[in-house]
Every structure is written in C-alpha cells, then in structure tokens.
C-alpha cells in the first residue's frame, strides 16, 4: 500500500561555499505533473516515474539506516495510514523535487503472500483507468481497485509480467491538492 501526504521538513542542506542560512518550511512530498513538459515546452507522451516504496520488516531499523547512511529526512505515519514512512529523498518545493529527475518515497510493512517482496516504484498516469486497461492488455495484472488517497489522487498496484509490483497514480489536478 503507498501513501503521499504534504511532509514539513526543515530545508538545511547546504552545498560547499553556501553561506546563506538553511531555510525553513513546510514542502510538498511529492508535486509533479503525470506528463510534464519537455525542454521545448511539448507535453510529454511518456508516463513518468514519480515516487519509490520499499518494504520493511523492522520500520524503525529502517528509518534509522536511510537517515544515517544518506541524510534522507522521514515521516512515519500511524496505523490509520498503514503504517507508512514518507521519505524525503531531495530539497523539493510545492512543486515537487527541485533537482531534475529525483524522486521522493516511501516505506511499507511487509506482509505475507504480498507481492510487495523489494522496491517498487509508482507512475503518473494522466486516466488511471485507461492505463489498467492498456497494462491488462500488455500483460499486467491489476491488484485490486483503484484507492483515493485524500489531496493527492487515485492510486492502484499492478504486477508486469515479469513479476515486478508497480503502482499507478493519477494525480489530483494541483488546484485539487491544494
């Protein structure tokens, strides 16, 4: 199961010879377009990659290693939300990651007979219901219906044919997320 919310963190992160003062304030876990423009200003015909999840057996191990071995900033969520820990991976604004092509993420528990079994990662869908449609007639297989995660969109998992767990996202218009 994977989650988004709006994670408040504190922008500290400063690059060698910045000697402005870290910023503070509150910045959207993820924002993005499903189809962003291209550096010519065309909408993008490709479906992009937005948000990454891993699972985890021990949530705070977890927490602990990726905040100490590569700065990532964490928001654990309580069992009403599953459990979920959102991962700040980059600086991001409202608007989503500031560096091109970063992304943010996320944690789960693991769970028997899952096939939630390694990473995964989820993709920006403009009509998530088309997109089942055409992954079913590729060869995936949809895992369940398509949930609302409140402010953020409509989110569904899928298995390709290799095995592989991936989830869909059609995305709020971002009047909708406020």
Known sequence: MGMFAVLPVVRGARRPGDDSKPRRGRSRHMGFDPRPNTPDGKESLMDSVVHFEMPYEN????????????????????????????VTTTESTEAGPIKPGAINGGFHGKSPGSPTTGPSVVIAVGDIARSMEKLAA??????????????????????????????LLQPLPRTARG
């Open 59 to 86: 949530r705070e191990r977890m927490v602990k290693f990726y905040q100490s071995a590569f700065d990532w900033q964490t928001q654990v969520l309580g069992p009403e939300m599953g459990n979920y820990v959102l």
């Open 138 to 167: 590729s060869g995936g297989k949809v895992l369940g219906e398509p949930m609302d995660i409140p402010g953020v969109g409509r989110y569904v998992s899928f298995v390709d044919p290799e095995g592989n767990r991936v989830s």
